[in-house]
């Protein structure tokens, strides 16, 4: 029999299921990203139980927290998703960073905020937690480089014609496309024709645009799409945006990588300047809040650092068990 114990948070209504790593077999490997393809080459099926039905659902988000294995971290992540294993999470970051400081992994919080140093697939990723009266409220998290890789990228996506695009990376990579170049707008169409637009394009532009990465040639790899809204210039507006990644995963908050991501994009074609604000808005209707606060070198690439600011809410705690016998349990998914 398997027993898990889990909390639950969500962030913008993106749900985060949390997994202390000492409930599981030993995860071997000398770095994260080695640990990380250890487990989805050995414990997959772990995955599967936490994040599938019957106890989950194809939408579902789950962090693995292990022990850090050196002082540049608080802990290290292992970022799991409906078809695999992400790079970077920024709803779970922001999550995260509660959990660490109510949970004591940090042990000594300090007022006003307090900080978490995560690591992630992509890099280690600083969490700031308000922290007043031994209580937690929101989170800041600032951001791995980010960047356009390519820009203006044109192909023909079956059913929606010729779609340009860029490519961009705030942690993840990810195709960012104008939701109007495909007859769609992200804030009144129906999350199914979302969902599909958004997968056909991320299938195409995986076809035909191979990333690299700086670091790691495990994290050269497009996730998934956003479909932004036309709002590049007015502040006042918050500028929209759903991100369809994985196996046609629907993220509800506004997507903490690809926020960061956006961000890049609005930078580097002149939309907005250092220190200079905008909120970005998700299909619940939630916003984080986005500054570029730094230029940086990544690589061959002309970066900038984000600070992405949302808030986290507890959602529950439970103990999942498969018992022996209940194939079923082991975890499918119907869509």
């Known amino acids: 029999m398997l027993q898990i114990c889990t ?18 077999p030993v995860i071997s490997g000398n770095s994260l990203l080695e640990k990380r ?18 106890r ?19 802990v290290n992540l292992i970022l799991l998703h409906n078809a695999g294993y992400g790079s970077m999470c920024g709803h779970g970051a922001l999550a995260m960073g509660r959990f660490a400081v109510d949970t004591g992994i940090v042990r000594k919080p300090t007022s006003p905020e307090t900080e978490v140093r995560l690591r992630c697939p992509c890099g280690i990723v600083r ?9 937690t409220g929101s989170s800041r998290f600032i951001s791995v480089p980010s960047f356009v890789f390519a820009r203006d990228v044109k192909a023909s996506v079956q059913g929606y014609g010729d779609v340009t695009a860029d490519v961009c990376y705030g942690g993840a990579f990810f195709v960012h496309v104008k939701a109007s170049l495909l007859g769609l707008d992200v804030r009144t169409s129906s999350i199914d024709d979302l969902i599909r637009a958004g997968d056909a394009v991320t299938r195409v532009f995986k076809a035909c645009v191979t990333v690299t990465h700086p670091d790691s040639p495990d994290l050269a790899f497009i996730v998934g799409t956003n479909l932004v809204d036309d709002n ?11 991100c369809i990644f994985a196996d046609k995963q629907v993220e509800r908050s ?51 650092i984000v600070e992405v600011e949302g808030r986290a809410y507890y959602a529950g ?19």
């Open 7 to 24: 909390t639950d948070l969500h962030c913008g209504g993106g749900t985060v299921r949390v997994v202390r790593g000492d409930q599981l």
């Open 37 to 54: 393809n250890y487990f989805r080459d050995n414990l997959d099926y772990i995955r599967k139980f936490l994040l599938h039905e019957p």
């Open 56 to 74: 989950g659902h194809e939408d579902l988000y789950g962090i693995v927290v292990l022990e850090s294995d050196d002082v540049t971290a608080d």
């Open 127 to 135: 969490v700031f937690v308000q922290y007043e009266n031994g209580r």
């Open 232 to 242: 590049e210039d007015n502040p006042d507006v918050p500028t929209a945006m759903v």
């Open 254 to 304: 506004p997507c903490g990588s690809g926020s960061a991501a956006r961000i890049a994009q609005l930078y580097e074609r002149g939309h907005l300047k250092l220190g200079e604000t905008r909120q970005i808005q998700g299909p619940t209707g939630d916003c984080f809040k986005t500054t570029p606060i730094k230029d940086v070198k990544y690589g061959e690439h002309n970066a900038v």
């Open 317 to 335: 705690k439970a103990e999942l068990i498969l018992e022996e016998g209940d194939e079923i349990g082991k975890g499918f998914l119907l869509r």
